[in-house]
């Protein structure tokens, strides 16, 4: 408990940075106007998930200038105006747990950003690779599964909804590409039942907090249309509840990945279109992400930024963990230098 009041108090205190005295409202005795940040329209997201560890292990972030400025304010600087976080179920230890959550969306909150929370039914990452249920679901039935599905939502939801923050968003599970909370929830060639009813579950739960949220079922390789079509067209057989399209693309997706950016970002622009008029459903770039040091890093993100702010029904574009850099936790597609200061990569935000 002293733990989570540690980064409680630390919240408030950078939400305090927002704010200003009498004496900083003016220069040589004159009003100074504040500076104001576009907040609306289409999503220039981040996921700065990491973001309180990187802070508790002493990272620090600084402008272009080299002036530190704390992450929330410098991203929102340069133009991201949404921000998207990942909850696991029981971690390990503090990080991406319900009272973390709570304290990255409340800093959010108060610096105007708008949200997204990313449920991966997990006590550890899920993705294409890895769906594993939280242990202590690991026993249960389907039912009994959907009803911890409901029950896990709502209670996140429920618990940042009391400090009045809104939700805009919510994905109902992580990179689903095989399914979830697997082996029980899996995908086949021959069924969607189980993935399509822990689904609604999840968008059910989503709706009785927030009503007006939309509720994203998420795949990896944006670039892959075939992906796409074999999962929503499972999941709308099985009658399942989505508003949602969310995509990831990264360049590269591996080190075998030959594809050229442009040829990547021209499939992932072409499947938004196709997704879209097949579904009737918006759609949403969830996670992108280059290697930060590319140099075709600013031209790629740009490039699927501006494209996709021009496409009818597409809702935006969020990086994942843009503010990582010298090395964290292995990951070389944050768009931060080695010196802790933003790259070209996120020219892209601001246009």
């Not at 500076?35 to 990272?59: C, H, I, N, P």
């Not at 503090?94 to 969306?105: L, N, R």
């Not at 919510?170 to 909370?181: H, K, P």
Request: charged share 20%; glycine share 8%; aromatic share 12%.
């Amino acid at each position: 408990m002293k733990k989570i009041l540690k980064y409680f108090m630390a919240a408030v205190m950078i939400c305090s940075f927002t704010a200003c005295n009498k004496d900083d409202n003016k220069t040589n005795g004159n009003p100074v106007k504040p500076e104001t940040f576009d907040m609306t329209g289409f999503a220039r997201g981040a996921d700065v998930s990491w973001l309180t560890e990187q802070e508790a292990k002493g990272k620090k972030f600084f402008d272009v200038n080299g002036n530190e400025t704390e992450c929330l304010q410098l991203l929102r600087s340069l133009g991201v105006n949404a921000i998207r976080l990942r909850v696991w179920v029981n971690p390990e230890n503090y990080y991406c747990s319900k009272q973390d959550v709570i304290v990255k969306a409340w800093r959010a909150h108060n610096l105007g950003f708008r949200l997204m929370i990313d449920f991966h039914y997990s006590d550890t990452w899920a993705d294409p690779g890895n769906q594993t249920p939280p242990a202590e679901w690991a026993s249960y039935n389907l039912d009994e599964m959907k009803q911890a599905v409901a029950n896990h939502t709502k209670d996140v939801l429920q618990a940042l909804k009391d400090k009045n923050i809104d939700v805009e968003w919510v994905q109902v599970g992580n990179e689903t590409r095989t399914g979830m909370l697997k082996p029980l929830g899996a995908t086949s060639s021959s069924s969607y039942t189980n993935f399509a009813a822990l689904v609604t579950a999840g968008y059910d739960a989503v709706k009785s907090v927030y009503s007006n949220a939309k509720v994203i079922v998420h795949l990896d390789q944006g670039e892959v249309l075939g992906r796409f079509t074999a999962m929503f067209d499972g999941l709308k057989a099985a009658n399942a509840k989505w508003d949602v399209i969310g995509m990831s693309l990264y360049q590269p997706n591996s080190e075998t990945d030959m594809m050229s950016w442009e040829d990547k970002a021209n499939n992932c622009l072409n499947n938004i279109k196709q997704l879209v008029s097949k579904y009737n459903k918006e759609v949403m770039i969830c996670e992108i992400g280059c290697n930060w040091n590319a140099d075709y890093g600013e031209q790629f993100i740009a490039k699927v930024m501006n494209s996709c702010k021009n496409i009818n029904g597409c809702l935006g574009v969020f990086y994942w963990e843009p503010q990582c850099y010298g090395g964290w936790s292995g990951y070389a597609k944050g768009a931060f230098d080695d010196s802790g200061k933003p790259t070209a990569i996120m020219n892209a935000f601001a246009r």
